[in-house]
């Protein structure tokens, strides 16, 4: 009964000290001003992806040849419209909204494989050469060109280029999920509960991931701009949207033709794609040197 008195004792104890982490995480990372920018950047972006019918002015497929490669500012059309007269700003705002979805299908199932290799590889010893050997071959493939032969194998869609983008990200997760289990699993706590008869599935799930998170957010935040870039990059190479869907790298690809006369169908989604990446970035770099417990604030 004694014990049990004194655990329960404690419990607030350990849940204020979590809650003044989260506070001085959270003042951390609002000290970084760029992170802030980048903070502010993603929020309107979803923003922007979650209104977009009420956002857009028109339909973003609609053809209106009359009206084509009309320049920026011009009247029903602040952005332009494309050599088809689609409106170029209900273009950007859907494109947001596909740009978003496939990065966090992307980001989402590569750390769902690179969690579960991760963890896997770094608390069971014989398991750890064999997991390791598999991501260094996926490491032996350029990115890119991972993502490109995975496509041309499934086809050309952009759910195979989520599943190209999550395949490609498996192995860097996989790495820092493992550098984090190595070191903590060789903490005291948990050679208590091995001690205790807790099971390594309980242990792995409950006790090692959890604290091996503030890695694997910054990682997550820094690979959605690499997500949203590769979209990007595939769809621009004719491997991933296909006209006429509003995609921001097929947009370039379109109006790339069109650079002397009509230049705003290329630099509008390239500075969209611009502003998106740099805003992930600098919001990872900002999460990692917050949930940094080296950093002190002054």
Known sequence: MSNTISINNNLPTATKKKDKVYVTTI??????KLAVIGLAIILGLIFIAVFAPSLATH??????????????????????????????????????RISLLVGIAAVSLGLLGGITLGLLGGY????????????????SFPGILLAMLIIAILGTSLVNVAIAISIWSIPSCARIVRGSVLSIKQKEYIMALKSLGASDLRIMI????????????????????????????????????????PEWGAMIAQGQSYMWTSPHLTIIPGIAIMLTVFAFNVLGDGLRDALDPNMDIQ
């Open 59 to 96: 339909d973003p497929s609609k053809q209106n040849l009359v009206a084509s490669e009309l320049p920026i500012f011009s009247e029903g059309h602040w952005l332009g419209t494309d050599n088809y007269g689609r409106d170029v700003w209900s273009r950007i705002v859907y494109g947001s």
């Open 124 to 139: 069971y010893k014989k398991l750890d050469g064999i997991i390791m050997r598999i991501v260094d071959l996926l490491f």
């Open 27 to 32: 003042k951390r990372l609002l000290k970084n």
């Open 206 to 245: 409950r006790h090692i991931l959890p604290n091996a998170m503030a890695p694997i957010i910054v990682f997550a935040t820094m690979r959605m701009g690499t997500a949203i870039l590769s979209t990007a990059s595939l769809s621009y190479l004719g491997l991933g949207a296909q006209p006429p869907t």
